[in-house]
């Protein structure tokens, strides 16, 4: 069973609307929690990394939340834009091990 | 920010022959790359993690002899996949670490696109 758990799968929101993504894991002991954005054929990027003591981060319409006790993380995308559409990829490390969610594909529409 | 540079972007070989992928981290020394594989629409696969100059440590169900890794130097490491096959189409991408148990980004390159025929 993956340790890292991405909802939705998928998504389509129309420009200029906001989203929230999902990410509940149980990797455990629980290290540091990053978001990465992929484009179709590139390289992630990462958006933000956020430790056990942090609950929120953000980096520009990007705000990253994280609920160390449930094990849940969202990223919060502001007034989406066409070029906001990617795959967004959760991962969470454990002290000497790295987990993948599935990721979630956002499609922003005209 | 740091550079992982992979090379080449994208390759097509004829089945049977063999393919390397070169990564290189350009301004950091990287004592630990990972190499992964990614399926259309799918997250990505790790496959093996290497740390320099020492053998690579491969996941379950991935086949050493398959994916050769070569980890010789701080700033390069490579993937080879031996006798490739159509199955083995797929995109490559590699990341690294500054240093083992790092805990801040992770710094990936750019993927390789690999078409066998």
């Known amino acids: 069973k993956n340790q890292v758990e991405q909802s939705p799968q998928s998504l389509i929101i129309l420009e200029g609307k906001n989203c929230t993504l999902q990410c509940n894991y149980t990797v455990s002991p629980f290290s540091n929690l990053r978001w990465y954005k992929q484009d179709t054929g590139r390289g992630p990027v990462s958006l933000t990394i956020?430790?056990?003591?942090?609950n929120t981060k953000s980096n520009g319409r990007y705000t990253a939340t994280l609920d160390a006790d449930t094990k849940q993380s969202s990223l919060h995308i502001t007034a989406s834009q066409l070029s906001d559409s990617a795959s967004y990829i959760c991962?969470?490390?454990?002290?000497?091990?790295?987990?993948f969610g599935a990721g979630t594909r956002l499609t922003v529409k005209p | 920010g740091a550079v992982v540079s992979q090379h080449p972007s994208w390759v097509i070989c004829k089945s049977g022959t063999s393919v390397k992928i070169e990564c290189r981290s350009l301004?950091?020394?990287?004592?630990?790359m990972f190499w992964y594989r990614q399926f259309p629409k799918q997250s990505l696969m790790l496959m093996a993690t290497?740390?320099?100059?020492?053998?690579?440590?491969?996941e379950q169900g991935v086949e050493k002899d398959k994916f050769l890794i070569n980890h010789a130097s701080l700033t390069l490491s490579t993937l080879t996949v031996t006798s490739a096959h159509p199955e083995d189409s797929s995109f490559y991408i590699c990341s690294a670490f500054p240093q083992p148990g790092w805990t801040g980004e992770l710094f990936f390159g750019e993927g390789s696109r690999l078409t066998v025929l």
């Open positions: 290497s740390n320099e100059g020492s053998k690579a440590t491969y």
């Open positions: 301004d950091f020394q990287a004592t630990t």
């Open positions: 956020m430790t056990f003591s942090e």
């Open positions: 991962v969470v490390s454990a002290q000497v091990d790295m987990r």
